[in-house]
């Protein structure tokens, strides 16, 4: 499970200063899920395996959504995002960036369900996961710190310091409005608590309920559909001791078929120089390099940016399937390595 780092769990100490640290911490982990759960959804066929496939993309989206709401939060106390840096950017393969110290390694890898269960539900898994059974089987249960507690540590620093400053000074000009569905504008206590509510409910769920504000499964019970390969429903007449739902919905089925086989944990460096494969690559390192580029200056005073920042990641998506019509060897095809690449390099 997810452990927080010392020189994080410091900065918790009643000043703005630490929240800042926090919070770019919270935007950098948010960033971090999104080029694996990519590089998992871009193997997929969106034919072929389109339940899966409308999943994991609305886990992306949410996880943009995230970590523009951590922005918001840190704009409004007056820190400033950095999103423009290559340290911004984790190695992959690689344990979660800054605010985490764990056993899981992250890389970046082709679909498969197996990928779901021992990385993706693992970095979305609750403190308490609930558990529902699949027919006879169920989730295991898990211990451990997990990224809520680490925003419920957020919350509870924004709520003590409030108590005596004024710590939401920030230009609220500053705010992201648009782009997203459910952007929160953070401009105090009961906004900032809001927006991580918002954040850790559509993650995990909550103590009670595995359902995030719209009614639909949170991020970690979507991955468990996905590797159960059945909607999670309401268990309408539970009988006693049964639990509330169950994995016994509509089939999600998967088509080996419709997964393109792909290097694991690529690299720049690792596509022969001059070849199809590395400047496509780099092609796509660059747009993706642009891409952050474009959102440090959205969070950094130009909010109304937000759309070139959203082109830009459509062409990644675009350079990133052709990418993968490159074989690099039999029946293994090239992937991008989400590395940062400006434009001098």
Request: hydrophobic share 40%; glycine share 8%.
């Amino acid at each position: 499970m997810i452990q927080l780092k010392p020189e994080l769990c410091n900065c918790f100490n009643k000043k703005p200063e630490g929240l800042w640290k926090a919070l770019q911490a919270a935007i950098e982990l948010e960033h971090s899920t999104i080029p694996p759960y990519l590089y998992a959804l871009y193997s997929l066929d969106p034919a072929r395996n389109a339940s899966i496939y409308k999943l994991i993309f609305s886990i992306v989206t949410q996880e943009m959504l995230h970590m523009s709401l951590a922005c918001n939060i840190l704009n409004a106390i007056g820190g400033k995002p950095v999103i423009d840096h290559k340290k911004f950017i984790p190695g992959y393969p690689g344990p979660l960036p800054g605010c985490v110290e764990q056993g899981l390694i992250v890389g970046l890898s082709g679909f498969t369900r197996q990928l779901v269960k021992d990385t993706f539900m693992v970095i979305e898994e609750p403190e308490d996961p609930l558990n529902f059974p699949v027919r006879k089987a169920a989730l295991a249960a898990a211990q451990g710190e997990t990224i809520g507690e680490f925003y419920g540590h957020i919350k509870r620093e924004i709520v003590e310091i409030s108590k005596h400053r004024n710590i939401f000074k920030g230009d609220p000009r500053r705010q992201l409005t648009v782009g997203f569905t459910d952007l929160v504008r953070v401009t105090d206590v009961d906004s900032a608590v809001q927006a991580i509510n918002l954040i850790v409910e559509q993650g995990e769920g909550t103590a009670t309920s595995p359902l995030d504000p719209e009614h639909e499964p949170a991020h970690y019970y979507r991955f468990a559909e996905i590797y159960h390969g059945r909607k999670l429903i309401r268990n309408d007449k539970p009988g006693p001791g049964e639990p509330a739902f169950v994995y016994g919905g509509e089939p999600i089925p998967l088509d080996p078929k419709g997964v393109t086989p792909l290097v694991t944990n690529p690299k720049a460096s690792h596509y022969t120089a001059g070849s199809q494969a590395a400047a496509t690559n780099n092609n796509f390192n660059f747009t993706y390099t642009s891409m952050l580029k474009s959102l440090h200056k959205v969070f950094n005073g130009k909010p109304d940016h937000i759309a070139p920042a959203v082109e830009l990641m459509e062409s990644m998506k675009l350079q990133a399937l052709y990418l993968m019509t490159i074989a690099v060897k039999d029946d293994v095809y090239a992937g991008p390595s989400f590395e940062y690449r400006p434009a001098n390099d």
